[in-house]
């Protein structure tokens, strides 16, 4: 299993990853693999736990409402899982499951109870629990935060937006997260 203190060339994560051509997939700031491991060294640096370095690692295996590419289906979720372990796969499958516009306005409600997140995929809504609404904005974080470094026309398109709704969502963050998201979006 891939952890993030392990980025050696050979882990399975990255196997993987580069099996499926993230290593020559174009994306903001080079290649999809090499803004994955920018995103999984800011969490690193957040000191955020290693299943959720891993999830941010393999973030984009089955795309996002953001972001449609798709390096492997649903039906292929056991061979994430073998890669990186359960706990890291179900990380990333809630993070690419969201269906943003249902789910971010009430992602930081104090009321559990007034959470609603919407799976993309299936269009199931439930309640999720604090520790994945957490797991859940420090991913998206440091994903948009990533961007906003390296492409200075998505900050200055998307930083104002960004800079509100993680503003929304600071009990969900890290002290580190919160500092980020002042240095680069204030």
């Known amino acids: 299993m891939m952890h993030s203190d392990d980025n050696r060339t050979d882990s399975p994560a990255i196997a993987l990853l580069k099996e499926v051509g993230a290593d020559t997939a174009k994306h903001s700031g080079g290649t999809l693999l090499t803004h994955l491991l920018r995103v999984e060294a800011l969490l690193a640096a957040w ?67 007034s959470v609603t997140y919407r799976d993309r995929f299936t269009g199931e809504e439930f309640t999720p629990s604090l520790q994945q609404r957490r797991d859940f904005a420090e991913l998206t974080v440091a994903n948009e935060l990533d961007l906003a470094k390296v492409n200075q026309s998505f900050r200055e398109r998307n930083g104002a937006d960004l800079l509100a709704l993680f503003t929304r969502w600071t009990a969900l963050l890290s002290d580190a997260a919160r500092q980020e998201v002042q240095s680069v979006l204030a």
């Open 47 to 113: 000191g955020g736990r290693p299943a959720l370095r891993t999830a941010a690692l393999c973030h984009a295996f089955y795309g996002t409402d953001g972001l449609p590419v798709i390096l492997l289906e649903l039906s292929e979720r056991a061979r994430l899982r073998e890669a990186i372990g359960t706990e890291a796969e179900e990380l990333v499958y809630f993070y690419a499951s969201c269906d943003r516009k249902a789910s971010y306005p009430s992602l930081a409600a104090p009321d559990a109870a």
